[in-house]
């Protein structure tokens, strides 16, 4: 067929590039005490950035997971199939410790350096990172049982990805997930009504349903039940030590509006056995310490979202024209740009931050205090964000955006489930609310952290104190929680950018965010803004 056009002024493929390749990240890594790992970052980056891996995260997605309940003549299987670059995906991750592997690393930043490796590799494919996050949180809860931890920990922690339905102790490594939901009380697990009965033998048998349980092909899974002495948080493997199948079976798997390539399922226990972790009638101040750590993942994979989607945004404007220049050079562009680079740094900032304490919380009761407050607001607002930067995002792409090609729908699917999982918007505010009631100290060390950034910028000294003045008021806090959380997240950011961040983000921050004078959509940046800037900080080498 002749041809009937040149085809001209389309934007090249951004790939073969170090996704590490982002200044905000590093220095971090730096500043947290794990500039140990940066060459490791970086080679995750390249990986990342890199033809054939961005084809693994197409193709997981495109072929999501499929549900085996019976094999070809009636036995139940309960199997899950993946796409094979799913387990190439899942390998990269635990080979290079995303998963539990800090929690039996003695070096200084361990837990950082798991948060920046995290946060470049979940830039490719985030679905995969669901179960890597799980397993990575079950750790601290499963010491609440050290029997327990002596046996799992270890291959918890292990370096190989090992799938297959065999007894967890005979295999190389092992993912965990986690049970919580059932159909009538979502956030509210009180109501669950899963009965856990003691078997005799210090197991307890489980019957009920999930509504919600991630990774289902995980090899153990954290639950909660009702046991005797009230809701208990338990141990379930898939295979139990005599080879046999734990009765859990999968009903069916969630058709989700992003996270495609991850499997969510709805199960039933049918006398399925698991053991006790921690005390009866503790279970969720024991499980309680998974969800921590996994919010945390939460805020650090919307600031991964974030910077892809400026990063593309950036590299869509500098090679497409439009009115006879490129966009990056004409100033509605740039206003928009700029604005979406700034909320992406001050969201890598503060969720490394966040990281940081969590190293030094064991040792540090500042520090483990102000994380206690600091995660829970951080949580509410990088996931809230995140959808309406992805949004933003796409749109700088025009009609290319909107189609699968060009990766940024997946990303827009992808934004709004960090700010669901883990506690939605008003679990998170609200969590905030019961934090600083019943610590106090988290409010003292939050105020710690945002008075070392006094006397540098005015509007944020104004900030502060209108954030001080709010706290003061305790009338109505639960109708007024979003408001306060918002303000105190915002704070937040903007003491860690004028401490640690760029001049011109900081000021732009500060300007927009802080000082009033920004509008609603992003591309409302004040006058004044160095915009080019903080442009120049978007696009990674290669």
Sequence with gaps: ????????????????HDVADDPTLLEALQREGAGWAAEEVHELGRLTGSPHVQEWGRLVNENPPVLRTHDRVGHRIDEVEFHPHWHDLMDVAVSRGLHAAPWRDSRPGAHVARAAKFYVWSQNEAGHTCPISMTYSAVPTLRHSPELADVYEPLLAAREYDFGLRVPTGKRGLIAGMSMTEKQGGSDVRANT????????????????????????????????????????????????????????????????????????????????????????????????MVSNTRLDCAVGGAAGMRYGTVRAAHHARNR?????????????????ADLAVESEAATLVAMRLAGAGDRAATDEQEAAFRRLALAVTKYWVCKRAPAHA???????????????????????ESPLSSIWEGSGN?????????????????????????????????????????R???????????????????????????????????????AFCASRLAGDWGVAFGTLPKGVDTRRILNRITPAG
């Design 1 to 16: 067929m002749p041809a009937t056009h040149d085809v001209t002024n389309q934007v090249p493929e951004l790939s073969g």
């Design 194 to 289: 899963t009965s856990a009965t003691p078997t005799g033998d210090g197991t307890y048998a489980l019957t009920g349903h999930k509504w919600f349980t991630s990774a289902p092909m995980s090899d153990v899974f954290l639950t909660l039940a009702q046991a005797p002495g009230g809701l208990s948080c338990f141990l379930l493997p898939r295979v139990l030590p005599d080879g046999s199948r734990n009765p859990i079976h999968l009903q069916r798997l969630k058709d989700k509006l992003g996270n495609r390539s991850n499997a969510s399922a709805e199960i039933e226990y049918d006398g399925a056995i698991g053991w006790l972790v921690g005390e009866e009638g503790r279970g969720v101040r024991t499980i309680i310490e």
């Design 321 to 337: 024209q439009a009115f006879g220049k490129l966009l990056a050079d004409q100033s509605a562009m740039a206003n928009v740009l």
């Design 391 to 413: 949004a933003e995002a796409l749109e700088c792409l025009g009609g290319n955006g909107y189609v699968e090609e060009s990766g940024m729908p997946r990303l827009f699917r």
């Design 427 to 467: 679990v998170a505010a609200l969590d905030t609310l019961r934090a600083m009631a019943k610590q106090p100290d988290s409010v003292d060390a939050l105020f710690a952290e945002l008075d070392a950034a006094s006397g540098v910028d005015g509007r944020l000294d104004e900030a502060i104190a209108g954030v």
């Design 469 to 507: 003045k709010e706290l003061a008021d305790t009338s109505d806090v639960e109708y007024r929680a979003r408001r306060l959380v918002e303000r105190i997240a915002l704070v937040l950011q903007g003491s860690l950018l004028v401490r640690h961040g760029d001049e011109a983000v900081a000021d």
